[in-house]
């Protein structure tokens, strides 16, 4: 490719869990030749680390205190993204009811935040192709100059079914019920609620397919890169 002919460029993709984010967002990057960044597993990644150390969750100031201690490293190749934490991969641990439990609640802590905004900052600043970067606020707080935001949304029947499907063997209803619940701890918290950014195009994944969600912000990054 000669220089200057593609820009890289940064999306952000937003929205809450069991919208097809995930998958959505690994595919688009694979597929654009982009870097990849699930900004959800950095918070997973550090309230994994404050569990697994004893700090008491239910204390702001006490994970306020230690924000700054773990080291914390993603890979942002879509087709393996990794995540570390003190040299530890920690793939695996961050996915567990525990972690998932209580993720909401060290997010909300400021200092929490703002260690991992600057993390994510960081990663898009560097990442040479381009980046696709997955979160809940990363077109109103983290990157608000992202090049394209987009914010996926559905029904909370559809994202339940969908979770449950990932959660072998999980209650549609209690998923149903787990996820309205964090929606509203993650829309209400003071610090960087989940919010869709003014300029940020809206896909509704109710009725589609997960490839039919691909193509379709396939196609929308296409386009902001031939505007370019």
């Known amino acids: 490719m000669e220089n200057g002919a593609a820009k890289p460029v940064i999306v952000a ?16 990057a694979a597929q654009l030749g982009l870097s990849y960044l ?3 597993a950095q918070y997973r990644a550090i309230t994994w680390w404050m569990v697994t150390n004893g700090i008491d969750i239910e204390d702001p100031s006490a994970i306020a205190a230690v924000a700054g201690k773990p080291e914390i490293v993603s890979g942002t190749d879509p087709g393996n ?67 394209l935001k987009i914010f996926l949304t559905a029904s909370p029947e559809a994202r339940a079914a969908r979770r449950s499907g990932e959660l072998k063997g999980a209650d549609v209803n209690a998923t149903r019920e787990a996820l309205i ?24 994944t109710t009725e589609l397919t997960l490839p039919q969600v691909i193509e379709c912000v396939v196609t929308l990054v296409e386009e902001k890169r031939a505007g370019k």
């Not at 600057?118 to 809940?136: F, H, I, K, N, Y």
């Open 38 to 40: 699930d900004t959800g």
């Open 81 to 147: 993204p990794t995540i570390n934490v003190d040299g530890t991969d920690v793939s695996g641990p961050i996915r567990t009811q525990e972690v998932t439990s209580k993720v909401s609640a060290v997010s909300a802590v400021p200092e929490v935040r703002a260690r991992i905004t600057e993390l994510q900052r960081s990663l898009a600043a560097s990442a040479e192709v381009g980046m696709v970067v997955e979160g809940r606020d990363i077109g109103t707080t983290v990157l608000p100059d992202a090049d």
């Open 13 to 28: 993709i937003d929205g809450p869990s069991g919208t097809g984010k995930s998958s959505t967002s690994k595919a688009v």
């Open 181 to 204: 619940k964090r929606d509203a701890a993650d829309s209400s918290r003071k610090t960087s609620p989940l919010a869709k950014a003014d300029d940020a195009v809206e896909v509704d």
